[in-house]
Nanobody, 112 residues
Framework: QVQLVDSGGGSVQPGGSLRLSCSAS????????VAWWRQAPGKAREFVAR??????VYADSVKGRFTISRDNTKNIAHLEMNNLRPEDTAVYYC???????WGQGTQVTVSG
């Protein structure tokens, strides 16, 4: 059974940083395209970033501030978020791209 577990959210001031983690089990992790999505209150879920092998894609809104990475030896992916803005406030979810496997979500709040 595939399971994804998100962690690492929290509350920070604008300009701060957070590192999210996505731990996977029940799957050959290196074969996954791992993606991060987010959903702010009252808004649709939106794509943030994805990684396959070393190939990465980012939403324009996070380019230059967020970095997605993975460690296939540990079955974990990370989303390093720097220079956070209030508009980054959302619940962040990891996902196995093009599948119905999702993490439970982790809250990120940016306010000052």
């Amino acid at each position: 059974q595939v399971q994804l577990v998100d962690s690492g959210g929290g509350s920070v001031q604008p300009g701060g940083s957070l590192r999210l983690s996505c731990s996977a089990s029940g799957v050959i992790f290196r074969e996954l395209i791992v993606a991060w999505w987010r959903q702010a209150p009252g808004k649709a879920r939106e794509f943030v970033a994805r990684i396959y092998n070393t190939n990465t894609v980012y939403a324009d809104s996070v380019k230059g501030r967020f970095t997605i990475s993975r460690d296939n030896t540990k079955n974990i992916a990370h989303l390093e978020m720097n220079n956070l803005r209030p508009e980054d406030t959302a619940v962040y979810y990891c996902n196995s791209w093009n599948t119905h496997y999702w993490g439970q979500g982790t809250q990120v709040t940016v306010s000052g």
